[in-house]
């Protein structure tokens, strides 16, 4: 009873399944098809072959293959041992040592296929090619309406680069199941390498007829193929298949519009555009994604921006509720500089989604252009409660305060803001700066000056914050000769800014040096559409200073229509003096 027992556990052990591509399923070979006899003492093989194997269950991978070897040791002609070292070497991808036992155990039993099928591993993974299709070859001939040796064969046929070979073999599978999706596509695209785009479509059309319900996808397919091998007017039948089958079909028109872009014809491209646009059918994202390839192409985009910002436009009228339609709406029309428009479509963008904050950025970036700072502030304030560890929206609610004269208040919010920042050394510049602003204005002159300090230290080569610094001191008087070399500077780097010739002027102006301050501050004027009032009034004072009274006063009166002007401005024309 004993002895049977062992037998028929060997049986089960002796030849194990195999895992292979193309739905292989793990089968058992039955111990009476060996066709190779066994030498020697039997039962101390079948005892070291038991002990490998328990080893190899265990994971102990060495001992097993110790053990196996050793099988072979005592019986040079034991292929189950050769084919699990073979197992053994493949797992651990030493590829030349795994189809050394593989090839020995075929040998010894050419008509067992599962030692053909590891061979079939080992020369796919080595890349050894012609091994490869030389032992499919052989499994087919050992059984030919076997559909997984089939396609092992077309595989193989395919890593030679035999696209014709693989064909056949297709056709073979396709003769035993029948017209299949997967095997004709597989075809299909080997036509297409093979550049037989006529035996290709044909492919396609056998799908057709055996599967009418998936008409609409198998012409969409067909015509793709068409436009893609350059044969748009062969694309268009199918294109226009689908139309008339499926006219709500949600793809149809961008397809279609495609095919009006290759042939040039732009009018038509975008109105088959907006047809697809106007579709609810059809997702947003493939819509966007079509915007988007518009607008990263600079030449197309500039040459086509009113029809492409009205795709935005109808975009959003198809997609009202939807926040990705009015952001994308909004970015055209702040490209288009139309700030107001852009504004109000960021703004519905965080009535239905409020947790956009890059949206929020945006939006305080447009009102900054619109100059509007009660509405910079108000939602400067809203984003800075929404997203209290961002740095920026502390800087616009800052800014927008500022030039609303609450400096207190800027100074607060700047200064919370500033504790935000980590590794970002424009940002950083941008918030000294202001912080600046506010101290000067608050006439905190030590902190003002290191504010400026501190982002003149973080960009030396910024032209705004050396001409404002400079500025500010001239206007006290102090540090004129360091107040000229940054005025200088500023205005090396930035010579066409009227502001920057005016600072140089009125530096020079308190220097003493009237005929070089005259020269600078009367470019600044002629730089300018529209003069200010404290433009016009260093003007009037350098005039004064050079003895020119007529001049002066001319300038103080100009100075006095253009704005309010300094609080001695209407004392000096009344007493055409000069008080400073």
Known sequence: MNKIIIVIFLACIVWPGVTFSQKREKKKKNKAETTVEIPGNTEDVTNLFLDATTAKLKGDYAGAITLYKSC???????????????????????????????????????????????????????????????????????????????????????????????????????????????????????????????????????????????????NSMLAEMYMNAGKPEQAVVYYQKILDKDPTNPYIHISLSDYYRQKGDIPQTFNELKLGFANPALDIDTKIRVLLTYFTAADVYNANKPEIINLAQVLVQTHPDNAKAHSMYGDFLLDDKKYAEARDEYRKVIAIDSSRYAVWETLLNTEIQLSDYEAMESEGTRAVELFPLFPVPYLFKGVAQLQKNKYEAAVESLNAGIKLVSVNNALLVQFYTSLGDAYNRLKNHKLSDESYEKALKLDPENSYVLNNYAYYLSLRNENLAKAEAMSAKSLKLDAANPANMDTYGWVLYKLGRYPEALQWVEKAVAATASPDSDLLEHLGDIYFKLGDTEQALLNWQKALNAGTGSQNLEKKIKERKLYE
């Not at 070292?85 to 039993?109: C, G, M, P, R, V």
């Open 72 to 218: 072979i040791e005592k019986n040079p002609k034991h292929s189950a041992s050769m084919y699990e070292l073979a197992q053994l070497y493949f797992t651990a991808a030493d590829y030349i040592t795994a189809a050394s036992y593989a090839e020995q155990a075929t040998e010894l039993e050419p008509a067992n296929k599962w030692y053909k099928l590891l061979l079939v591993e080992i020369y796919g993974k080595a890349d050894r090619k012609k091994e490869l299709l030389k032992t499919c070859e052989s499994l087919v001939k050992m059984d030919p309406n076997n559909v997984d040796f089939l396609f092992e064969l077309s595989n193989a046929y395919l890593m030679n680069e035999d696209g014709d070979g693989a064909v056949d073999t297709y056709n073979k599978i396709e003769e035993i199941i029948g017209v299949n999706e997967e095997i004709s596509l597989k075809k299909q695209q080997i036509y297409l390498i093979l550049k037989k785009t006529d035996k290709a479509a044909q492919e396609l059309e056998k799908l057709i007829v055996q599967f009418p319900g998936e008409e609409t996808r198998y």
